[in-house]
């Protein structure tokens, strides 16, 4: 097998792991938990989302978390899944963006309330609005390997997403296990042939561990050459509209396997292991 020197990890708690919380986190603990994960190294966290607080309230305080991690000078990410949310977002100061697209269009339906092809299409303006303003744009293809409304999802399903971000000139793709029952047979597979398609794409693995296959998903992405993984501290996350799917791969388990590997990240071990017990408090999911 062949493993790379480093890898980056980028940490997603602070949105991906706390969206889904059904009570209301303080954004003071919020500002604390994404202050400890900077000091532990992260180049990159994602932070929080211009969504509809309506739709998920969770993540009402966007502008408050941003405007905090304007003022720590960390890199970070905020969600922006329509025109409204990037006016926000630039109105907050953000500089790295994230758009999120699901495969199946029953997905996209319950989750941002538009088809597949109505979210490229406002895609296409995000694109357009975030390049005039310098921005970094991650873009997410959720519901990448299975969907829990459709079942299977086919490699054309995602490729159809896929070709559009690369044509709009996303910055990285992120490919979302979000149901959580891919396995490193599927990883592989669908990886490499998106690297064989878009041999100059960044790729990002982003898997959920309801079928504790999370790691293994990540061995089986590295060998197709992915370098970049997103994973939550404490295991904490869920998406509201995908049942039944539990948190993301925890940054520590991928932290302690990488350590043992001697694959270089630029995180602490030792201050991640202390900042498990602070994240799974902010949860009550995880008690
Ligand atoms: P909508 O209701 O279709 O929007 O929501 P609309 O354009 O029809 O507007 C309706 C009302 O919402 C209006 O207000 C708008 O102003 C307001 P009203 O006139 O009724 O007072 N509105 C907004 N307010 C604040 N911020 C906004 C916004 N947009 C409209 N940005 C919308 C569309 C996308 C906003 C909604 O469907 C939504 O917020 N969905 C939430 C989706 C979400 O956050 N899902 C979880 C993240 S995805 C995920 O977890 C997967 C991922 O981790 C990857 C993986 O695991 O694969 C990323
Ligand atoms: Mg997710």
């Known amino acids: 097998m062949n493993f790379p020197e480093r890898i980056e990890i980028i940490e997603v708690g602070p949105r991906d792991g706390l969206q889904n919380e059904p009570e209301p986190v303080s954004t003071s603990n919020k500002k604390e938990l994404i202050k400890k994960l900077a000091d532990a190294g992260f180049s990159r966290i994602e932070t929080t989302a211009f969504v509809s607080p309506k739709w998920v309230p969770q993540m009402a305080d966007a502008d408050e978390i941003s405007d905090y991690c304007n003022r720590l000078g960390i890199k970070y990410i905020a969600l922006t899944p329509n025109l409204k949310a990037l006016d926000r977002a630039i109105a907050a100061k953000v500089r790295q963006i994230a758009v999120f697209i699901g495969a199946s269009t029953i997905f996209n339906q319950k ?53 559009r971000f690369v044509e709009l000139g996303a910055d990285e793709i992120v490919i979302g296990d979000t149901n959580g029952h891919a396995n490193p047979q599927m990883v592989y597979e669908r990886f490499s042939r998106l690297r064989e398609l878009y041999p100059d794409t960044v790729f990002v693995g982003h898997f959920h561990n309801t079928w504790n296959m999370a790691l293994a998903n990540t061995i089986a992405a590295i060998q197709c050459g992915v370098e970049k993984f997103d994973s939550s501290i404490g295991g904490l996350g869920g ?49």
Request: aromatic residues 8%; glycine residues 4%; hydrophobic residues 35%.
């Open 111 to 163: 989750n941002i309330n538009k088809t597949t092809e109505e979210s490229l299409a406002e895609c296409e303006a995000i694109f357009l609005r975030a390049k005039e303003h310098g921005l970094f744009i991650r873009a997410y293809i959720s519901m990448a390997f299975t969907c829990p409304y459709q079942g299977e999802v086919t490699f054309e399903e995602v490729n159809h997403v896929c070709q």
């Open 239 to 287: 998406c509201p509209y995908t049942p039944g799917a539990t948190g993301n791969l925890a940054t520590e388990e991928l932290l302690l396997m990488t350590s043992e590997m001697g694959i270089e990240t630029s995180i602490s071990f030792e201050k991640i292991k202390q900042i498990v017990p602070f994240a799974k408090s902010l949860s009550t999911r995880s008690m």
